[in-house]
C-alpha cells in the first residue's frame, strides 16, 4: 500500500517535498516511482528510484527534482525546487517490487502494480 502526501499551494519559484509511504512488503525491493497528471493532459513520468537507490528522472524535471528514499522509514521523497505553474498537477506515487530491469523499463506506468491516491501540487505565478 502506497500513501502519497506533501502536496499544497505554492507560488512560483516555490518548493515543496512530497513523501510516499510504503506499507507491506518488502520496501527494500521495491522500485518507487512518481508520476503527475496536469488538467487536461494525460499522466506522465517524474522520477523512479530503485532499491540500490539508483535514480532516473524525466529529461525536463532533472536538476530541479530530487527523488530519495529512506528505508528506515519505508518513505520515497519527492523534493521539487523552483516550482513552475506548469508543474500543478496530481502526483502520483508508485511501486513494483523489481529492481533490475533497464531504466526505460521503470517510466512507464503500465508496469507499476500499486498505485497511491495523489496528491494535489498547485502552483501559482
Known sequence: QLQASGGGDVQAGGSLRLSCAVSG????????GWFRRAPGKER???????????TSYADSLRGRFTISRDNSKNTVYLQMNTLK???TAVYYCAGLSDSLRSSSYYTKED??????????????S
Not at 25 to 32: D, L, M, N, R
Request: glycine share 12%; net charge negative.
Open 111 to 124: 508496469v507499476y502494480g500499486y498505485w497511491g491516491q495523489g496528491t494535489q501540487v498547485t502552483v501559482s
Open 85 to 87: 505553474p506548469e508543474d
Open 44 to 54: 506522465e513520468f517524474v522520477a523512479f528510484i530503485r532499491w540500490s537507490s539508483s
Open 25 to 32: 512488503g518488502t520496501f527494500s525491493a521495491v522500485t518507487i
